[in-house]
């Protein structure tokens, strides 16, 4: 058996399987638990959303072929519930067609049954890998968005000007308050914001107006 990559040892990390046949789920989840991987085994799309994610980094090894609902509209069906764990298909029934719309729609590798058990583990450390980097960005997201729902409405108009290079002068002309005025309330940005710099601001609100619902643009 081969051993794990110590890089990717991440004992909350969650590997989810999707799969109708016994045998196989059976096989990856004693592969799977021989590298100290947490595995949650499901013998269908149903079975799996009934129980739900567990708040962890995680993968998806998903068979396509199965009865019903067939994996690779499950992949679709995912994406529309906002389920954003990395899939890895598997399959006995593969051609090159199902591999491209797998890989198109988003899949992080597709494996033909038989395959080797490293490239399923590598594949596997992989997805861990790129789900903990989605977790720590959506984590700093939320934290911006934190920091500036923390601003008075009267301190957020003043970044929105700041970041677009005007001087307090005419920030305070723009506002109709006074340059005193203008002087505190930025203070008061630059702190509750945790910028050092305006360089820091304009980057912290490149990564706000890059939001899903960017709140500078209000």
Known sequence: MTAANPACDNKKAIVYIIDDDQSVRDA???????????VKAFGSTQAFL????????????????????????????MARLGIEV???????HGDIEMSVRAMKEGAIEFLT?????????DAIHRGIRIDM??????????QLRRLWSDLSPGEQDVMRLV???????????????????????????????QAKTLADLIRIADRLEGDTKPPLSG
């Not at 990395?86 to 006995?92: E, K, L, M, Q, R």
């Not at 980097?133 to 939320?142: H, I, K, L, N, P």
């Open 28 to 38: 990856l989840e004693d592969l799977l638990a021989s590298v100290d991987l947490n």
């Open 50 to 77: 009934e129980h739900g994610l567990v708040e962890a980094p995680a993968c998806l090894v998903l068979d396509i072929r199965m009865p019903g609902q067939s994996g690779l509209d499950f992949q679709r069906e």
């Open 86 to 92: 990395p899939v890895i298909f598997i399959t006995g």
């Open 113 to 121: 049954k038989p395959f080797r058990d490293q490239d399923l583990l």
């Open 133 to 142: 980097q989605r977790r720590a960005e959506t984590g700093a997201a939320a």
């Open 163 to 193: 970041v677009q290079g005007l001087l307090n002068k005419q920030i305070a002309a723009e506002l109709g308050v006074s340059e005193i005025t203008v002087k505190v309330r930025r203070g008061q940005v630059m702190r509750k914001m």
